[in-house]
């Protein structure tokens, strides 16, 4: 079992439509939960991080935990074309951040 | 502010070639640590490096090694290359490596393919 799962896409929406994306992990253990934008031929730059259970707001982005279930969710509000890019899930398994497990993405396409 | 550089862009190279990438972090950066990113696997930690030091390491055969130059530059090689390695290597840098930095900064990577 991959310590963390994602679907991969693509998922396709109309713009301005309320975007959800989801991870789910395997180790109780983690605390930390990072959700990284990847566009085409680009590195992934990180768009928001929560520590444990709850919600993380930065304005049209909020990020969700669900420890219980081991679920973490990324939604987006009024989705732009903009927004149009590889979604990324990771997690950090050393507490200096610098090794991450990621899954595996998943693309968002946003039609004008 | 200059961000993360990884050169070269694009590599081509044949079975049983070596390779060696070269990574240069964010300036003050101390910690870089390389990714393999291919479209079955994702984003799959390599190593990382801080002061010079291997201090993490992922589970990659013997073939990929890595360097830290004192001026945190680092360097990436891959020995004996086979098909299977022809993917996007992406390297990250970070400001001292410790528990305080959350983010680490990724440059845009070198696609290797083996032919």
């Known amino acids: 079992q991959k310590e963390v799962e994602q679907d991969p896409g693509p998922l396709s929406v109309p713009e301005g439509a309320i975007v959800s994306l989801n991870c789910t992990y395997s180790n109780s253990a983690f605390q930390y939960f990072m959700w990284y934008r990847q566009y085409s031929r680009k590195g992934p730059e990180l768009l928001m991080y929560?520590?444990?259970?709850g919600n993380k707001e930065d304005g049209r982005f909020t990020a969700q935990v669900d420890k219980s279930s081991k679920y973490i969710s990324l939604f987006i509000r009024d989705s732009q074309p903009s927004d149009s890019a590889t979604y990324l899930c990771?997690?950090?398994?050393?507490?200096?951040?610098?090794?991450?497990?990621f899954g595996t993405g998943t693309r968002l396409l946003v039609s004008p | 502010k200059a961000g993360v550089t990884q050169t070269p862009r694009y590599l081509i190279k044949t079975r049983g070639q070596q390779v060696t990438l070269s990574c240069s972090p964010i300036s003050g950066h101390r910690s870089v640590s390389w990714y393999q990113q291919t479209p079955g696997q994702g984003l799959q930690f390599l190593f990382e490096y801080f002061s010079e030091t291997q201090r993490n390491k992922g589970n990659f055969p013997g073939r990929f090694s890595g360097r830290q130059f004192s001026n945190s530059r680092s360097e990436m090689n891959v020995s004996t290359l086979e098909l299977g390695d022809s993917a996007l290597y992406l390297c990250?840098?970070?400001?001292?490596?410790?528990?305080?930095?959350?983010?680490?900064?990724f440059g845009q990577g070198t696609r290797l393919t083996v032919v």
């Open positions: 990771a997690i950090p398994t050393n507490t200096g951040f610098q090794k991450l497990v």
């Open positions: 929560t520590y444990s259970s």
């Open positions: 990250a840098s970070s400001w001292t490596g410790g528990a305080g930095d959350t983010e680490a900064f």
